[in-house]
């Protein structure tokens, strides 16, 4: 464990494909309906009448999937673009962060698919260390933390080291990397080889490191300081209702949001 955390907590556009509401795929396939009574009559329209309904359910179950609660084997496969940038709108300002899928494969992965799914959308900075790290990823929401507390992805390499500004996820031993990320405030390389495992940078803050730096540090979680700072479990059951009653200075992400693209290296 990282001698900063506690025991047992991490510390530390589909194109293409034209969409659907359920209302509009009832309205089409009603007038199809219709068009048949109009040409056919007796138990022909009956078993079309039926085959359409049945058709209607599937869609509109289709429809109201959700994947982060209930993500499906497509979700939990979802492969990132190569590079790309997701913009965090904060409580403190906007910061930037530049993934590259070549530094951590899985972990940019679920990286993408949470910020497109927008399960970041209303989280809090729960635990800010100065000269440290920040760190967040625990969701605001409890049935969605039911869902993806003990979804993890394997371990990978450490291929760039943990410098100021490199975000990594937080994790309490091999192979729990899953939800919660950490931005480096100070250049960190002993957490390259801490524990054995190390603790892989899957991007970098690109712009506003000065939100970042000016997140607030009042709820501070170093080891020896527990009473302080949030407790993970009670997020993790209890949600943003708990943090708002007992830590209501946090910061907070209003909104997170992939903006741009890249196959191959972002461009400089």
């Given at each position: 464990m990282l001698a900063e955390w506690g025991e047992g907590e991490s510390w530390l556009a589909l194109g293409g494909v034209e969409r659907f509401e359920s209302a509009d795929v009832e309205a089409i396939q009603r007038e199809h309906i219709q068009n048949d009574v109009n040409r056919w009559c007796g138990d022909a329209v009956i078993r079309r009448a039926v085959a359409i309904a049945t058709a209607i359910g599937v869609v509109a179950g289709c429809a109201s999937h959700s994947p982060l609660l209930a993500p499906n084997i497509k979700d939990l496969a979802w492969v990132a673009p190569d590079s790309f940038e997701t913009v965090f709108e904060t409580s403190r300002g906007d910061f930037t962060i530049t993934a590259h899928r070549a530094w951590s494969p899985l972990g940019v992965d679920r990286f993408h698919f949470l910020v497109r799914q927008g399960y970041y959308d209303a989280a809090r900075f729960f635990r800010v260390v100065p000269g440290f790290v920040v760190q967040w990823g625990i969701a605001g929401n409890p049935e969605v933390n039911a869902v993806w507390d003990d979804r993890s992805v394997p371990d990978e390499p450490v291929k760039q080291s943990n410098l100021r500004g490199r975000v990594a996820?937080?994790?309490?031993?091999?192979?729990?990397?899953?939800?919660?990320?950490?931005?480096?405030?100070?250049?960190?390389?002993?957490?390259?080889?801490?524990?054995?495992?190390?603790?892989?940078?899957?991007?970098?803050?690109?712009?506003?490191?000065?939100?970042?730096?000016?997140?607030?540090?009042?709820?501070?979680?170093?080891?020896?300081?527990?009473?302080?700072?949030?407790?993970?479990?009670?997020?993790?059951?209890?949600?943003?209702?708990?943090?708002?009653?007992?830590?209501?200075?946090?910061?907070?992400?209003?909104?997170?949001?992939v903006v741009r693209e890249w196959k191959g290296h972002r461009p400089e």
């Open positions: 996820y937080a994790r309490g031993g091999p192979n729990t990397r899953g939800v919660q990320l950490y931005i480096n405030l100070a250049d960190n390389p002993r957490l390259d080889t801490l524990n054995t495992f190390g603790f892989p940078p899957i991007g970098e803050v690109r712009a506003g490191m000065v939100a970042v730096d000016s997140m607030y540090p009042g709820y501070s979680c170093r080891r020896g300081a527990q009473g302080t700072c949030p407790s993970q479990d009670s997020i993790t059951t209890l949600g943003n209702g708990y943090l708002r009653r007992v830590f209501p200075q946090l910061d907070s992400i209003r909104r997170a949001r």
